[in-house]
T-cell receptor
Framework: AQSVTQLGSHVSVSEGALVLLRCNYS??????LFWYVQYPNQGLQLLLK??????LVKGINGFEAEFKKSETSFHLTKPSAHMSDAAEYFC????????????FGAGTRLFVKA | DGGITQSPKYLFRKEGQNVTLSCEQN?????MYWYRQDPGQGLRLIYY???????QKGDIAEGYSVSREKKESFPLTVTSAQKNPTAFYLC????????????FGPGTRLTVL
């Protein structure tokens, strides 16, 4: 069965610093992986997705993620944090047990300090 | 503009009352989903539907019911049997293609007094 683990429920960075949010997945088949962002009291918005094309995936707002099969990881990065990046981030993997479902990680809340 | 609408944004109900949350999409998506979000617990799947007139239980279906009479609509009823209904509820939709993402509505925050 597919699963997703996000390391760190809270991450704090200074404005202008590197953002690194960690995600490890478990999948018996080549996975489809996603990163979503959620601002307070809003729905989730897709940042980027991996669909087995390029291993380095670029998304919106300057974010990117690298798929590393050997490490079963799909970490999200951004070179320079902005105050507007403060939000909760969810890593997700497609569930192949049926129903076109998606399995979400528990989320990582990103704090950006001025 | 295509998208998903959920109404109302905030909902207050007395304990013991059933309440129905609305979800409508105009993206022509076949699949629709309901999630519950509690602080620190991520998203938990309540029900999902792959096609009209068909739906399946998710991980936490007890105390909830749904219907899918139209492709555009997937209302969720929170019944009095749900022990702890106060939460943020998110509706989503997707195409029936594996690599495509889910699109989310803005959510409904339900508070049971």
């Amino acid at each position: 069965a597919q699963s997703v683990t996000q390391l760190g429920s809270h991450v704090s960075v200074s404005e202008g610093a590197l953002v690194l949010l960690r995600c490890n997945y478990s999948s018996s088949v080549p996975p489809y992986l996603f990163w979503y962002v959620q601002y307070p009291n809003q729905g989730l918005q897709l940042l980027l997705k991996y669909t087995s094309a390029a291993t380095l995936v670029k998304g919106i707002n300057g974010f990117e993620a690298e798929f590393k099969k050997s490490e079963t990881s799909f970490h999200l990065t951004k070179p320079s944090a902005h105050m507007s990046d403060a939000a909760e981030y969810f890593c997700a993997v497609r569930d192949y047990t049926g129903g076109f479902k998606t399995i979400f990680g528990a989320g990582t809340r990103l704090f950006v300090k001025a | 503009d295509g998208g998903i609408t959920q109404s109302p944004k905030y909902l207050f109900r007395k304990e013991g009352q059933n309440v129905t949350l609305s979800c409508e999409q105009n993206l022509n998506h076949d699949a629709m989903y309901w999630y519950r979000q509690d602080p620190g617990q991520g998203l938990r799947l309540i029900y999902y539907s792959q096609i009209v007139n068909d739906f399946q239980k998710g991980d936490i279906a007890e105390g909830y019911s749904v219907s899918r009479e139209k492709k555009e609509s997937f209302p969720l009823t929170v019944t009095s049997a749900q022990k702890n209904p106060t939460a943020f509820y998110l509706c989503a939709s997707s195409t029936r293609v594996d690599y495509n993402e889910q699109f989310f509505g803005p959510g409904t925050r339900l508070t049971v007094l």
